[in-house]
């Protein structure tokens, strides 16, 4: 990946990351205080002004005023990078505005559809992994990387129905993406074992297949299961298999910059300020210090 070795100057060990949807500044000023980079979520703080979506001007603020002492990245969730018809255009205006008032260091989105001939799904479907499909998200992915100054990550989601034939693997689909692209990859470490619970894929031969040096951020998070699935739902702390698994990823990928802990904001009156500081505080102890101790 030689344009991040040029992109990032070499950091000797990756940030840490998390989220943070405004609203909340006792919160923020703690996290500022134990991370390094603060995660935007340009669909979560979305107002309106005489009809048109904006982001959130009071949110924005918040922003602004940590901006000296943590560095700020995007992961967008609307996109729709994978529909077949067209992406989504109010998500760009998301991203310009964004880009407008902040230096960004990189900015990712999701390999998924989350509208489909114009109706929302309410939810994210992953690609079919052909190459028809590897042929639209790439032109797209290209696009991206002409129209904003910064490099673009794609992220990889769980699979929600049943594998439909295919014509690559799917880490081979994030390899050929990455090669074609140059773009890079988030890996979400809880969204791997979401897939070995529920679509039985083997983690280990995914990451033997996986060309690691693309992966620039990688995600943690916890969630819960219903009905025996394993969901997504970013509502509690990471457990100890995702911590351990992410702590191999963090020894085998040579440019990985970033380590995100992922939680909804719904899920902060649940888990606590104390709890999520504390989880941060974990987590530079033991997946980030793996980046120090090879
Ligand atoms: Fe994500
Ligand atoms: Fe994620």
């Keep these: 990946m030689p344009g991040f070795e040029a992109a990032f100057g070499g950091w000797p060990v990756p940030a840490l990351a998390t989220t943070y949807e405004g609203g909340d500044p006792a919160l923020l000023e703690r996290l500022v205080q134990l991370v390094d980079l603060l995660e935007i979520a340009p669909d979560t703080i979305v107002g309106s002004e005489r009809g048109q979506y904006i982001l959130r001007p009071e949110v924005l603020d918040e922003y602004a005023s940590v901006s000296s002492r943590v560095g700020l990245i995007a992961h967008g969730i609307g996109l729709s990078i994978g529909s077949f018809d067209q992406w989504n255009h109010d998500y760009l205006r998301l991203l310009d505005e964004l880009f407008a008032r902040f230096d960004l260091q990189w900015h990712s989105e999701h390999l998924a559809c ?16 052909t190459q028809e499909a590897l042929d639209l998200v790439s032109r797209r992915v290209e696009l991206l990387q002409k129209l904003y100054p910064v490099p673009f990550l794609l992220e990889h989601v769980i699979q929600l129905l049943p594998d439909a034939p295919a014509e690559f693997t799917p880490a081979g689909f994030l390899n050929a993406i990455t090669s074609r ?3 890079g990859l988030v890996l979400d470490v809880y969204n791997l074992e979401c897939d070995a619970h529920n679509q039985g894929l083997h983690i280990p031969a995914f990451l033997d297949e996986l060309n690691l040096a693309a992966v620039v951020e990688m995600h943690l998070a916890g969630g819960v299961q219903y009905e025996g699935f394993q969901l997504d739902i970013h509502s509690s702390i990471t457990r100890e298999s995702t911590v351990t698994l992410a702590c191999e990823i963090v020894r085998r990928a040579p440019n990985l910059r ?8 719904e899920a902060v009156g649940l888990l606590g300020h104390d709890a999520i500081c504390g989880e941060l505080q974990r987590l530079r102890q033991t997946v980030l210090r793996q980046a120090v101790l090879q």
């Design 181 to 183: 692209t140059g773009c």
């Design 114 to 129: 989350t509208v489909v001939a114009g109706e929302s799904l309410g939810t994210m479907l992953s690609m079919p992994r």
């Design 258 to 265: 970033a380590v995100t802990f992922e939680y909804l904001k």
